[in-house]
């Protein structure tokens, strides 16, 4: 240590001490800085003793808050118990006053450079959270966000979502995609869906939740799809890819086996993953539609759906907006003389009852027929990711 510097320390030490008591740790970090120390109370100690010691009192800036700390990592350390993480970020949020008693000290005796005493109370809480728990402070993208707030003595840990990529079958038909919210939240969460957001369980979207809810010890499950479905639709072959947000989870290490059944649905391939793709993704399905017709369709009229093939449809949104879908393949059947069935793979995305009816999309299944035809039935057997 520089000898210079630190005489100088000393005698500034004195004046400072003279008027305030100062603890060692806020001692210390006056100077640490310019002394190239890392340990501010070690520092704080070894000032002190070089001048005449002086009876211990409450410390002027912080009032003894940096002495106390073990207190407050007591508590983080059993709020930590229950959960899975191997980073974390400590913020804290302290008194006005003792900011205030901080910036007197520093201006009176012209002090500059100097680490807040916020920053002081995070690095030195960070340290010992980390020695103790075995894991490493991270600013970028921690698992844990502790929040102290010494000026209400309240705690708030926030854990980092666990991300889910996967994709899903149904086999069964009669079960909705997509499952309500809460009555009471709509979706917020709130006591009577116990912060879930959906108060039922029983669509893909319920059976998918309460799976992950349950097995990540997560309060939300946020899923995003890829394509939507009736309820009476099956998904089949590969399955529809899908994205959940498990949010506030207190697990995040789990093994999620191939493929998981949950009574009709089936979950395929599950993974973690850092990002939920933020534009939509471009996909195409492979779908097989039932259709009735009102009139009777021969079997020359039906071959005109052929022409469709390489052709785009437009779909027409009430914004005004356009959409133009392509369909890629048409295969038709007549199944008997007002029904048939189409295979049909397309770009993502087409509404097909619509498509079959002929509602604000064109061209269209009842247009090229010239006669009204509802798709009874549509199952996906195909659906694939291209961008
Ligand atoms: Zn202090
Ligand atoms: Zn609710």
Avoid at 212 to 223: C, S, T, V
């Amino acid at each position: 240590m520089d000898k210079k510097k630190l005489a100088a320390v000393i005698d500034n030490t004195r004046g400072i001490l003279r008027e305030y008591t100062i603890c060692d740790h806020c001692l210390g970090r006056m100077f640490a800085g310019k002394l190239g120390v890392v340990s501010h109370k070690r520092l704080g100690n070894k000032i002190r003793n070089m001048l005449k010691p002086r009876p211990t009192k409450i410390c002027y800036i912080c009032k003894n808050m940096m002495s106390n700390l073990d207190l407050y990592l007591k508590k983080m350390l059993d709020m930590a118990k229950e959960y899975q993480f191997s980073t974390f970020l400590i913020g804290a949020i302290l008194q006005p006053s003792i900011h205030d008693r901080d910036d007197l000290i520093r201006s009176k005796f012209k002090l500059r450079g100097i680490p807040s005493i916020k920053s002081d109370v995070t690095r030195e809480m960070g340290k010992s959270f980390s020695r103790k728990t075995g894991s490493k402070v991270d600013y970028q993208n921690p698992d844990m966000v502790f929040t102290i707030n010494f000026k209400k003595e309240h705690y708030e840990i926030k854990p980092k979502a666990v991300l889910l990529q996967a994709r899903y079958t149904k086999n069964i038909r009669g079960l909705q995609q997509k499952q309500k919210p809460c009555d009471q939240c709509e979706g917020k969460g709130c006591f009577v869906c116990d912060f879930h957001g959906i108060g039922e369980f029983n669509s893909v979207e319920g059976k998918i939740a309460e799976f992950l809810i349950d097995k990540f010890g997560a309060q939300q499950a946020k899923i995003t799809w890829i394509g939507s479905e009736d309820e009476s639709s099956l998904v089949l072959g590969n399955g529809r890819p899908f994205f959940v947000k498990l949010i506030n989870p207190h697990k995040r290490y789990i093994c999620l086996p191939k493929k998981l059944d949950l009574d009709g649905v089936s979950i395929h391939g599950a993974r973690v993953i850092s990002k939920i793709p933020s534009d939509p993704l471009r996909f195409r399905t492979k779908v097989v539609m039932e259709i009735d017709a009102e009139n009777e369709i021969t079997s020359n009229v039906l071959e005109e759906l052929g022409r469709l093939e390489g052709q785009p449809v437009v779909l027409y949104e009430n914004s005004g907006r356009r959409h133009k879908k392509i369909i890629y393949d048409i295969n038709f059947k007549r199944k008997s003389e007002k029904s048939f069935r189409i295979t049909m793979e397309s770009d993502g995305g087409i509404p097909l009852k619509r498509f079959v009816a002929g509602q604000e999309v064109e061209p269209s299944i009842s247009g090229i027929l010239e006669t009204n035809c509802r798709c009874k039935l549509f199952d996906f057997h195909k659906i694939i990711i291209t961008k």
